[in-house]
């Protein structure tokens, strides 16, 4: 059921529904829904594990209901049948992005990206967090980065100073999304570098030898 | 660069998502009603991108186009050339533009000559480098052959003027670098081209230099004849095709 961008916010706050936001997980880190969790639709494989989360957590048949967000009428419901097709009910729909949201004045969770040069030339104003696997360190680090793995951050998040700015570094950008995106929900005030050590790597940046 | 072909071999139809990975946006090219609107979309959304753009590279009369439903599903208008005479709200496209998707640009070149709405788009990576990375030819420059230049026009004459545009965009095109990629909108059963089309769906503006026999006919007016003198009877409902992707109708016959 579309519903608006009001009646979605009011479902959440009564925690009646997880929001799972579709679009791909770049558009999610760049802006999301507060709690929104990010589950980039794709036909392969995504409504089977969608189903495996919901069973796994709260928002099983007990807990909350799934909602979807999405920024195109035509994803959103391809992403529904999926659903539908595996048996989870989704209580309700939003297809009008992020600029849907914030027209009905509700508020977001942004990271904005940042390009290798800009980091370049501002680099002592953030720390930078490199989040690739320790075997990627050997290509080189950004200087004086800190190296915490995806899978550690979560209990590392501790090591982190609430009153940085920090620059989240990968290989390509793409963990690094997630990373931002799971440390600006948590109010630390994050940018991803855009492209990730590739584009670090390929602008002859300077690196120290991790 | 996300790259990205849809390939129609029954009828030889191409069509192109391209995109930037680190930017999210994405065009697609010359749609095709026989892939459908929605796997465009899912195919982006599976690549991380959203449509920002939808391009023709003309109006089509051999096949119907997924244009229309694809970019009203993506919020946007149909990009054409300027000069296209569709009879719906679009996005007018002149020579040398860019459609900047982030490190990711597509430039257009207006190259008349199939129709005179025929654009070429040269695609760059500057992540990569400066220069242009191939060259989305439309139905200007096909591999082994160039798109013929008489189903949008009602005269035999009308034909040969057309022929000598495309006269002047195949050099166009052909003065590229060498090691550009030449992706065509058009290869094997397609009824655009010629006796010479391929049935190979991309090549390098070297290789067409030296092998197509068309494209490398460097007068102008033996280029004409030739070309004129290899016409195929023109595809079956291409006037109803044209029509629908004209806007002007609402069905045709099924694509030929």
């Avoid at chain 1, 309700?92 to 030339?121: I, K, M, S, Y």
Wanted: glycine share 8%.
């Amino acid at each position: 059921m579309a519903v608006s961008a009001q009646a979605l916010w009011q479902m959440m706050e009564h925690g009646q529904v997880t929001v799972l936001d579709i679009r791909p997980q770049g558009a999610y880190a760049a802006a999301h829904v507060p709690g929104a969790v990010s589950a980039p639709y794709s036909r392969f494989g995504w409504a089977e594990a969608v189903r495996r989360w919901v069973q796994e957590t709260a928002a099983g048949p007990n807990g909350a209901q799934i909602a979807l967000f999405g920024d195109n009428r035509m994803l959103v419901e391809a992403a529904q049948r999926a659903l539908d097709h595996s048996g989870v009910a989704v209580a309700a729909t939003f297809d009008q992005g992020v600029e849907g949201w914030q027209a009905a004045g509700l508020p977001v969770v942004a990271v904005p990206n940042l390009t290798a040069d800009e980091l370049v030339r501002n680099l002592q104003h953030w720390t930078v967090i490199d989040v690739r696997e320790p075997y990627e360190w050997r290509t080189g680090v950004i200087p004086q980065a800190l190296k915490i793995p995806l899978g550690e951050l979560p209990h590392r998040i501790q090591e982190l100073d609430p009153s940085r700015r920090y620059a989240i570094v990968c290989a390509s950008g793409n963990r690094s999304q997630a990373a931002a995106a799971f440390l600006a929900e948590r109010g630390f005030e994050v940018s991803n570098l855009a492209g990730g050590m590739s584009v670090w790597l390929g602008s002859g940046h300077p690196i120290e030898r991790g | 660069m996300i790259w990205t072909p849809f390939y129609d071999a029954v009828h030889g139809c191409s069509s192109y998502l391209v995109g930037d990975e680190v930017s999210g946006l994405g065009v697609v090219v010359d749609p095709l009603a026989e892939v459908g609107a929605e796997e465009y979309l899912l195919t982006a959304q599976e690549a991380g991108l959203r449509v920002a753009w939808v391009v023709e590279t003309h109006v089509h009369a051999d096949h119907r186009s997924a244009g229309r439903e694809l970019a009203e599903a993506a919020g946007i208008a149909v990009s054409f050339h300027h000069r296209a005479p569709v009879s719906y709200p679009v996005h007018p496209l002149r020579d040398g533009q860019r459609l900047e998707l982030g490190d990711v640009v597509l430039e257009v070149w207006e190259t008349p000559g199939h129709t005179e709405d025929s654009l070429s788009l040269l695609v760059y990576d500057r992540r990569r480098a400066e220069e242009p990375w191939g060259v989305l030819t439309g139905d200007s420059l096909f591999v082994g052959d160039v798109g013929r230049p008489d189903l949008a026009v009602s005269s035999p004459e009308a034909a040969v003027a057309a022929a000598s545009a495309q006269f002047d965009s195949v050099r166009r095109l052909l003065a590229l670098p060498e090691y550009v990629a030449v992706h065509p909108a058009h290869f094997g059963a397609s009824a655009c081209g010629g006796i010479f089309l391929s049935r190979t769906p991309h090549s390098t503006i070297g290789f067409e230099r030296r092998h197509n026999r068309l494209a490398r006919i460097e007068d102008r007016q033996a280029f004409v004849d030739e070309v004129l003198r290899h016409l195929k009877p023109p595809p079956e409902a291409a006037r109803s095709i044209r029509a629908e992707n004209l806007g002007l109708a609402v069905k045709a016959g099924r694509s030929a």
